[in-house]
């Protein structure tokens, strides 16, 4: 299994971690939260080991994954500052595909996608990095959806 490290530890970061359990390739080590008074909680039985302070030991200890579990509600701006961060570090951003999502084999999807349950990808679809197709979202034939966009 793929050690992975999730960063947020929020509602959406409970959504990313049942995804990526479904997959059944990763192991998640923990999660990283700027709020440090979430510091040894547990988010769905995992456990925040910190802030983003600590990833460079994570770097040091063989993590080289990530999944972003900050959501988008309104403003994507943090979701997409947080991306940058953790690539820039040199973190590989896992896809967190929902086994329940309908994704056409001729849609071309970006780097670290969060597709959701439910969620139908169709035919020729262009999905941008950094984005989250929510739980029963529809992305129709032929669109095209910037980096760091929730649907």
Do not use: W
């Not at 050690?3 to 923990?30: D, K, M, N, Q, T």
Request: with cysteine.
């Amino acid at each position: 299994m793929i050690p992975v490290v999730g960063f947020g530890a929020g509602g959406h970061a409970s959504v990313v971690i049942e995804i990526i359990r479904c997959l059944r390739e990763y192991e998640i080590v923990g999660l990283l939260e700027t709020q440090k008074e979430l510091k040894d909680t547990r988010v769905l039985g995992v456990e925040v080991l910190g802030d983003d302070s600590l990833m460079a030991e994570l770097k040091g200890r063989g993590i080289n994954h990530a999944f972003i579990g900050l959501g988008a509600v309104g403003d994507a701006k943090p979701r997409r500052q947080l991306y940058e961060k953790v690539t820039g570090f040199g973190f590989e951003i896992v896809p967190a595909l929902h086994p329940a999502a309908v994704i056409s084999a001729s849609a071309k999807i970006g780097a670290g996608p969060t597709i959701m349950a439910g969620a139908i990808v169709n035919a020729n679809a262009v999905i941008g990095n950094n984005v989250i197709v929510n739980t029963g979202a529809i992305v129709e034939h032929d669109c095209v959806i910037g980096d760091h966009s929730h649907i």
